[in-house]
C-alpha cells in the first residue's frame, strides 16, 4: 500500500477492505480438508492451548543444545575466517572497515 506521495507504507496489508469471493473460500476449504485427510498437514489451530511435559521441553531443550559439538564450531569458525568469509573484500576494502580491522586485530605498540 503507498501513501498520497506514493511511498510504500510499511505494515500495510492488501486485502484490507477486501474479502474472497464464495467460490474461492470453498477451494480453499476443500484444498484444506483434503491436506487434512491425507495426513500432509495439521489443523492451523492444533497447537494452539497444547502443553508440553518438563520431560519433553528437557527433551527439546538438550537437542538444541547438542546441536552443534564444540569441535563442529570450532571448525566452522575457521572455515569462515577472512578470504573464506563469503563477506571477504580482499584489496578492493574501504578506508573505514581496513582502520577497524587494524584498531581490532592488530597489537597496539
Known sequence: MRDEKGR??????NWTGKSHTEESKTKMSN?????YSEGKTKPT??????KFSIEHKNKISKN???YQTEETKEKLS???K?????M?????????????WVRRCKNKT
Open 8 to 13: 510504500f507504507v510499511k505494515g500495510s496489508n
Open 31 to 35: 484444498t484444506r480438508k483434503k491436506l
Open 64 to 66: 538444541h543444545r547438542d
Open 88 to 100: 571477504w573484500k580482499g584489496a578492493d576494502v574501504k578506508y573505514g572497515a581496513l582502520h577497524d
Open 45 to 50: 489451530r492444533f497447537w494452539k492451548d497444547k
Open 78 to 80: 575457521i572455515s569462515h
Open 82 to 86: 577472512e578470504d573464506k568469509n563469503g
